[in-house]
């Protein structure tokens, strides 16, 4: 029974890095193609996704709307820390250098989320879901082509964003984790993302949004990046943290920038040389790694 929970935590971990794989992709496109303002993005995928989620508990589980007043904190928490700020750095680095650059720094969660395992919490962790990280990490490293000056293009400003989009991608599988004990996952993905709405909209008010008139095309961009790209993943990312312990979560959602990357073969007409497909195939090994550890 509980080999079944893991596998069912780790196909709900690895949907997740599918559809943040294929997000990356739009939300490059829509800031390249269309000069969609990140921070706009942020703020409107995080309304969208609020307005998404209560529309549907309420329809299908009203009884996971009501929350108490210790949760809601709990949740704001983890909505405004770990889902907005992350959000921010994340769209930042996309902006400020490459889809390659973004997820590379974005994926150096994993380490931080190891080390706050050992130095704070004091759990040993096992040799055999390091050696899958180190992996993994590699394997990060040439599906982007880290190695490539003209794909892996740092900058300072960009290199802080995404570093602060890891930190804040951490501090929500930690605190998502912790928030699990007392609330059902879609119950605190609701709240959380409530909470990082408001927020955002002391920044960027609802109107002002609306006054930029976007188009309707733009809109259903818009639609499919807060529901394909924000909710499904979230939903089911902190659906798996019930079934596994956050660094080996961390580690399986490592797929994304293996998934972007044949996302953009397809829809962008990317290359893929030989390295890239050695590098997803090294992550593809390091998950495989961690799932018998």
């Known amino acids: 029974m509980i080999e079944d929970s893991r596998w069912r935590g780790y196909a709900m971990v690895v949907s997740a890095a599918i559809c943040w794989g294929v997000m990356a992709t739009v939300a490059k496109l829509l800031f390249r193609d269309r000069g969609v303002d990140p921070l706009f993005l942020v703020v409107i995928r995080a309304d969208l996704a609020t307005l998404t989620l209560f529309a549907a508990l309420a329809l299908m589980s009203p009884a996971r709307l009501r929350i108490g ?11 405004v820390i770990g889902l907005a700020l992350n959000n921010f750095f994340y769209f930042q680095a996309l902006h400020l250098t490459s889809v390659a650059t973004a997820l590379l720094l974005q994926y150096q969660a994993p380490i931080l989320v190891a080390l706050y395992t050992v130095l704070v919490q004091r759990q040993r962790i096992r040799g055999r879901v390091i050696l899958a990280m180190a992996i993994a990490l590699m394997g990060c490293a040439l599906v ?3 190695y490539d000056p003209a794909v892996f293009r740092p900058n300072l400003m960009g290199v802080a964003a995404g570093l ?3 930190c804040g991608f951490a501090f929500y599988i930690l605190a998502s984790r912790v928030a699990l004990r007392t609330l059902d996952p879609w119950t605190l993905l609701t709240y959380a993302y409530l909470s990082a709405g408001v ?3 002391v920044v960027i008010p609802p109107w002002r949004i ?3 008139g976007f188009d309707l095309g733009m809109w259903g961009a818009f639609l499919a990046v807060a529901t ?3 909710v499904v993943p979230f939903g089911l990312f902190i659906s798996g943290l019930r079934f596994l312990p956050p660094t080996q979560a961390s580690i399986v959602s490592m797929l994304e920038p293996v998934v972007a990357a044949g996302v953009a073969y397809v829809l962008l007409g990317e290359t893929l040389i030989p390295l890239q497909i050695l ?4 992550v593809l090994a390091g998950v495989v790694v961690v799932q018998t550890a």
């Open 144 to 146: 982007v082509r880290v």
């Open 279 to 282: 590098g997803g195939a090294l």
């Open 164 to 166: 602060g989009g890891a």
């Open 199 to 201: 927020a955002w909209s």
């Open 210 to 212: 609306l006054a930029h």
């Open 228 to 230: 394909v790209g924000t």
């Open 69 to 79: 007043r210790r949760d809601a904190w709990t949740a704001a928490v983890v909505g």
